[in-house]
C-alpha cells in the first residue's frame, strides 16, 4: 500500500506599500496535491486572512511549515496537511 502523500500550498503575498498596515493579499499561489476545500480563497488579489482562516481550520487541517518576509511588505507561507 503506497504511502499518501502530503498536500502542500504555497502562497505569496504583498501589501499595499501606500498604505500603512494594509491587509496582506495574495500574489500567486502554487497548490501541490489539493486544498480543497479552500481552493476559492486561494486566488490572486484575496485577503490573505480569509485563506488562512480556511486552510487552517480544523476540518481541513492545514498547518504552517514555514513563512518568511521578503520585504517590508511582501512574503509567503508554505502549508501542508499530511
Given at each position: 500500500?503506497a504511502t499518501?502523500?502530503?498536500?502542500?500550498?504555497?502562497?505569496?503575498?504583498?501589501?499595499n506599500?501606500?498604505?500603512?498596515g494594509?491587509a496582506?493579499?495574495?500574489?500567486?499561489?502554487?497548490?501541490i496535491?489539493?486544498?480543497s476545500?479552500?481552493?476559492?480563497?486561494?486566488?490572486p488579489?484575496?485577503?490573505?486572512?480569509?485563506?488562512l482562516?480556511?486552510?487552517?481550520?480544523?476540518?481541513?487541517?492545514?498547518?504552517?511549515?514555514?513563512r518568511?518576509?521578503?520585504?517590508?511588505i511582501?512574503?509567503?507561507?508554505?502549508?501542508e496537511?499530511?
Open positions: 500500500m499518501r502523500q502530503p498536500d502542500l500550498v504555497l502562497i505569496t503575498w504583498s501589501r506599500p501606500l498604505v500603512p494594509s496582506r493579499r495574495i500574489v500567486s499561489v502554487r497548490i496535491g489539493n486544498a476545500p479552500c481552493r476559492q480563497d486561494l486566488r488579489g484575496a485577503l490573505l486572512s480569509i485563506a482562516a480556511c486552510l487552517r481550520d480544523n476540518d481541513v487541517g492545514f498547518r504552517i511549515v514555514h518568511q518576509k521578503t520585504s517590508s511582501s512574503g509567503f507561507l508554505l502549508l496537511r499530511h
